[in-house]
Structure formats: structure tokens, C-alpha cells
């Protein structure tokens, strides 16, 4: 079954304790890229990858790493967690960045 | 990307065919309509796309208006199960890949 699958779903954490949400994809995809959704805000992109190695910044990239050493998977990384990236995460993969995108099924954190 | 304007919400009898508007005044002549929907927390579900012509495909049939600058999602005969919010985008074409921006959708209501 084509699916993007992130991990974990749910995560209760400190201020400052690093973090990683994992996302890998098994259809093969170019692109990969992760959104936050906040309440009245919508889906906001943090960064996105076109392909192994390559990967850039989207709207809302300030507090957060990637990396993209393998086709298939794609880190969210948060060295230093701060109460407002509290939030609904979301990765997502398409073929060569086009649409439609297949989105997996969120991760909600929770820093304290 | 081509901003795009939806209600707020909308109710719908269970049953009966719902019908969600979105204006995208501003699209471009080779951009396309693309709409997805969001149930409950999960992830962003790709619905349907279109260009010129209407489209319909087994979950919903899409009407684009013959100016382009707006586009229904119909959902024939909506059930409980259609209750979620939907998202029109129009994706705008930047560095390679298609840059999309989700706002805040309609918030579909499906009444018993």
C-alpha cells in the first residue's frame, strides 16, 4: 500500500530536549516536505526536498533541520524544542513536485 | 500561488448533493484547480484537479466556470463520512516544483 508513514504520531516533550519526527515514503518520490497546521492558520511549509540531498527552506523554517541522505526518508529535526512549535506536523511526498501530494498522518507535539 | 477565496463553512442535508464554491480570480491560463480535503486531524486527502474542462472521477465531479476564475466541488450524494474541510488550491509553478499555499478551507458540515 502506497503510504507516507510518520513517526511519532503523538509527543509530549520539554522545552530544549532535542527531537527528530521521522518520515519516510514508499512510492518512490523526488519530493518530500513538511507543513505545520495551527488553528486559524492552515497548512504552513517548514521545508521541502526535491530530491536526495537536496532540500531548501519553505515559509516557516526558523527552529528546524533536515536532511534527505536517502529517497525514501525525510527527518524533522528540532535541536532545541520551544513552546511554539506546538503543533500539528504533517510530511508530505509527490512525484517530482508536482500535485497531487500524499500527505501522512501528522504528528502532534506538544512542548512544555 | 493564485489566492483563492472559500466560505467559512457550509452544512449539507446527509444525502443530498453538496456543493462547495471557490473563486480563484487571479489564476493563470495554464494553472491548475486542485482540491483536497481534510478530515478531522488527518492528513490532507487529494481529491480531484482540473484545467479547462469539468472533471469527475469516483469521489466528486469538479464545474470550472468558463472564465476560470472560479470552480464547485460537487459531492453528488454527501454522507457523514464527507464531513471535513475542503481546500481548493492553485498551485504556482516556482523553482521546479509546485509551490502550494493551503488557507483555511470550508469547513463542511454533513447533517443527518
Known amino acids: 500500500e502506497a503510504q507516507v508513514t510518520q513517526n511519532p504520531r503523538y509527543l509530549i516533550t520539554v522545552t530544549g530536549k532535542k527531537l527528530t519526527v521521522t518520515c519516510s515514503q514508499n512510492m518512490n518520490h523526488e519530493y518530500m516536505s513538511w507543513y505545520r497546521q495551527d488553528p486559524g492558520l492552515g497548512l504552513r511549509q517548514i521545508y521541502y526536498s526535491m530530491n536526495v540531498e537536496v532540500t531548501d527552506k519553505g515559509d516557516v523554517p526558523e527552529g528546524y533541520k533536515v536532511s534527505r541522505k536517502e529517497k525514501r526518508n525525510f527527518p524533522l529535526i528540532l535541536e532545541s524544542p520551544s513552546p511554539n512549535q506546538t503543533s500539528l506536523y504533517f510530511c508530505?511526498?509527490?512525484?517530482?513536485?508536482?500535485?497531487?501530494?500524499?500527505f501522512g498522518d501528522g504528528t502532534r507535539l506538544s512542548i512544555l | 500561488d493564485a489566492k483563492t477565496t472559500q466560505p467559512t463553512s457550509m452544512d449539507c442535508a446527509e444525502g443530498r448533493a453538496a456543493n462547495l464554491p471557490c473563486n480563484h480570480s487571479?489564476?493563470?491560463?495554464?494553472?491548475?484547480v486542485y482540491w483536497y480535503r481534510q478530515i478531522h486531524s488527518q492528513g490532507p486527502q487529494y481529491i480531484i484537479h482540473g484545467l479547462k474542462n469539468n472533471e469527475t472521477n469516483e469521489m466528486a465531479s469538479l464545474i470550472i466556470t468558463e472564465d476560470r476564475k472560479s470552480s464547485t466541488l460537487i459531492l453528488p450524494h454527501a454522507t457523514l463520512r464527507d464531513t471535513a474541510v475542503y481546500y481548493c488550491?492553485?498551485?504556482?509553478?516556482?523553482?521546479?516544483?509546485?509551490?502550494?499555499?493551503f488557507g483555511t478551507g470550508t469547513k463542511l458540515q454533513v447533517i443527518p
Open positions: 488550491i492553485v498551485p504556482l509553478n516556482s523553482g521546479g516544483y509546485q509551490k502550494v499555499t
Open positions: 508530505a511526498s509527490s512525484m517530482r513536485g508536482q500535485q497531487p501530494q500524499h
Open positions: 487571479t489564476i493563470s491560463g495554464n494553472e491548475y
